[in-house]
């Protein structure tokens, strides 16, 4: 590989760097975010599947109301309109509606919603009657002769029959007679981070064997707002039998109108393992069933109400008289940590639970890279110093491939001032020149493209680290040192306002002059990578040695709105790189003189005119 096919590779680095830059800066234009409509005070079925019993769609009226349900000007007044029962542990807090039984009201209390701000916590759920609506709910398919009147759906006014909070350590059970024999039961506890269990039973002393099919759904009205950006899935997200599948919520209203395309997409059965629900970025509300237990998986969208929504369907079950009958599932809502995800796919047998956080298509690197940086965070305690410590690790595994690369520059350095000689004899001889560096090469046994693979290998690790800082909460307001106080959020301080020296703030980043506002980080960054470059032998070509010499400059000013923890392995790469190459580079007799190719120009240009 000559010269000029290794600047063509360096290139072809560049250019995918940027794509991803401009997407970065300039994502895809975000869906606006519609008002939720309404829900309305009865249900209707919607078509059921082979074997399963017509679930409820939530919000949906089975009959048009008179009088179109008011929808609450904010999330309080929504929950003061129906009776609740608290929930409350370390990690939550929230209460749920006796209207329906419906899990509505929940937030997060480890996370704020803004850094070092604690006024105001991160919301999960919210009521069906306020805006954002995003509730789960649970009950059960009536089959045989019964009617969704003898069973309860989603405004039944359940009634607490033992507890009074949902707690850690006390579970709450909500009871409702259906007048004609039959008594329903919900028994609601939560464990000491984000799983609820849900037992429905029910116990039939109608007179009649019950035919019934419990349910579970997880409702949101309108679509939410999202980020929008191209390298993250925010949606439906669930397993099937040893298959992930998302589905963006733009795409779900598309589908709803092709009956072909939503029957073939809404609906899975999945025999033993299996889960569906929503996830953003960092947090996630699934419906899980028993593993082993059989059920339909479905995701559909309702244009009525403007309601996306994911069901959980079992399989009917026969209720003789004078018996009972109990179902179990569970319910995720919370924050997508691995340590939590990882312990319940572990311990519950819950199989590919750790793929609901978004891996992407490097997940064979982003796994790994995660589990290395959140291993050196719990030992070191400071994320950006394990930043640090996974681009030590890095360096070290790739520093056989390092080794060859620089020992293969240091040469070719040494063979600048004979390439100058070449290209003075060749001129505007191309193929002239290209056979004679050939010869030059084979003479002193150089190879070029020793250069090229390390830089390759560089490109996904760089990609899946910038992927892992990204989508997992762990980097979220995770701080370094001095003004860096969230790893996953850009460097803070501005050249703008020469780093917070003068009386005005940065540029919003939303602002075209935030390109401009590099910070200190990404400042080392150009340097660092305009130091290492100085150590590789120059291109003979004129214009591609200007390109080059801009490439440092043009990365900082790219990079400055990147999180700056991506920045800080940036920077420690670089230096870990230089530090690697000058000490090889003069261990093969090849001394860089860095600061005299930086000012010998000048110099130059000075005695000349002196």
């Excluded at 073939?264 to 237990?293: C, H, R």
């Excluded at 030059?440 to 680290?465: E, M, T, W």
């Amino acid at each position: 590989m000559d010269e000029n096919n290794r600047n063509l590779i360096l290139a072809s680095a560049l250019s995918f760097v940027v794509i991803l830059v401009w997407f970065f800066l300039f994502p895809p234009e975000q869906s606006p975010v519609q008002d939720p409509t309404p829900v309305a005070d009865a249900t209707q079925a919607t078509p059921g599947v082979a074997s399963t019993p017509t679930v409820p769609s939530a919000g949906q009226p089975a009959v048009a109301p008179s009088v179109t349900p008011t929808l609450e000007a904010s999330r309080d007044a929504a929950l003061a309109k129906t009776p609740r029962v608290a929930i409350k542990t370390k990690r939550l807090s929230g209460s749920l509606s006796l209207k329906g039984g419906r899990i509505d009201d929940l937030k997060l209390t480890d996370y704020n919603v803004r850094l070092n701000d604690p006024s105001e916590k991160v919301t999960l759920l919210s009521p069906a009657a306020g805006p954002n609506a995003y509730y789960a709910l649970y009950g059960w398919a009536p089959a045989g002769d019964l009617s969704f009147d003898d069973v309860p759906g989603a405004n039944t006014p359940w009634t607490v029959e033992s507890g009074s909070a949902v707690t850690e350590t006390t579970p709450v059970v909500l009871r409702w007679d259906n007048t004609k024999g039959v008594t329903f039961r919900r028994t609601i506890s939560i464990d000491k981070n984000y799983m609820f269990t849900i037992k429905q039973t029910v116990e039939n002393n109608s007179g009649s064997n019950l035919r019934l099919a419990p349910y579970g759904i997880v409702a949101r009205h309108g679509e939410p707002d999202t980020i929008g950006f191209y390298i993250l899935h925010e949606g439906v997200v669930r397993s099937s039998d040893g298959e992930i599948q998302e589905i963006d919520y733009d795409a779900m209203p598309e589908q709803a109108n092709n009956p072909a395309e939503q029957a073939a997409i809404d609906a899975k059965d999945v025999t033993e393992n299996g889960w569906i629900g929503f996830t953003d970025k960092y947090w996630m509300t699934t419906l899980i069933p028993s593993p082993g237990q059989p059920f339909k998986s479905v995701a559909k969208y309702t244009a009525f109400n403007d309601t996306y929504q994911t069901d959980m369907r079992l399989p009917v079950v026969e209720i003789a008289n004078g018996t009972s009958q109990d179902v179990t599932t569970m319910l995720f809502a919370g924050a997508k940590e691995w340590d939590a995800i990882r312990g319940y796919e572990d311990s519950l047998g819950i199989q590919q639970f750790v793929d609901s956080i978004d891996w992407g298509w490097f997940f064979f690197l982003t796994k790994p890279i995660f589990q290395v940086l959140h291993w050196m965070h719990g030992v070191i305690g400071n994320m950006g110093l394990a930043i640090i410590g996974l681009t030590l690790i890095i360096k070290a595994l790739l520093f056989p491939l390092a080794y060859k690369s620089f020992v293969s520059m240091a040469r070719m350095k040494e063979l600048q001032p004979e390439m100058e000689k070449l290209k003075e004899r060749a001129g505007d001889d191309k193929q002239m020149m290209q056979q004679e560096m050939m010869k030059l090469y084979r003479d002193k046994k150089v190879n070029p493209a020793a250069g090229c693979l390390p830089i390759l290998l560089q490109i996904p690790i760089f990609f899946s680290l910038y992927k892992v800082i990204f989508v997992t909460i762990e980097l979220r307001h995770q701080p370094f040192f001095g003004w860096l106080k969230d790893l996953s959020a850009p460097d803070p301080t501005s050249l703008l306002n020469l780093f917070g020296l003068l009386p005005w703030d940065a540029p919003d980043p939303s602002s075209f002059l935030s390109v401009l506002s590099i910070g200190v980080f990404p400042i080392l960054m150009g340097i660092t990578m305009w130091l290492q470059q100085k150590l590789n032998p120059a291109p003979t070509d004129k214009t591609q040695a200007q390109i080059f010499a801009f490439m440092p400059w043009v990365f900082m000013f790219m990079l400055g709105q990147f999180a700056s923890g991506l920045v800080v392995y940036w920077v420690a790469n670089n230096t870990i790189t230089f530090i690697q190459q000058y000490t090889i580079m003069r261990s093969q007799g090849v001394k860089p003189d860095i600061w005299g190719n930086m000012f010998g120009g000048l110099l130059k240009r000075k005695k000349a005119g002196g």
